[in-house]
Nanobody, 124 residues
């Protein structure tokens, strides 16, 4: 079982930056693929970014955030990060951290563990 706690959300103006953090419990963090998803009001939850557990740590991004968001992980701290730059009002959503046992394949889906979410609001 993995417990995930997100932090770092808040209110920012368009063009600004935020860094989200997700702290994971347990001693097997390094063996998990980690992802970020988001859900805007009235919309379905969507994939944002993910990073694989494997050496080399392949990453995957939604087209809407490529070039603006960067996912990274620090296995020593059991933490995954999402650096968000050049934020836009359409990035406003609750952002969720997710984990699954590492496969390194199709990082955009089939996650088993979820955090409670952190609100990101981008004003125009």
């Amino acid at each position: 079982q993995v417990q995930l706690v997100e932090s770092g959300g808040g209110l920012v103006q368009a063009g600004g930056s935020l860094r989200l953090s997700c702290a994971a419990s347990g001693r097997t963090f390094s063996t998990y693929d980690m992802g970020w998803f988001r859900q805007a009001p009235g919309k379905e939850r969507e994939f944002v970014a993910a990073i694989a557990w494997i050496v080399g740590r392949s990453t995957n991004y939604a087209d809407s955030v490529k070039g603006r968001f960067t996912i990274s992980r620090d296995n020593a701290k059991n933490t995954v990060y999402l650096q968000m730059n050049s934020l836009k009002p359409e990035d406003t959503a609750v952002y969720y951290c997710a984990a699954r046992r590492g496969t390194g394949r199709d990082l955009s889906r089939e996650y088993d563990y979820w955090g409670q979410g952190t609100q990101v609001t981008v004003s125009s």
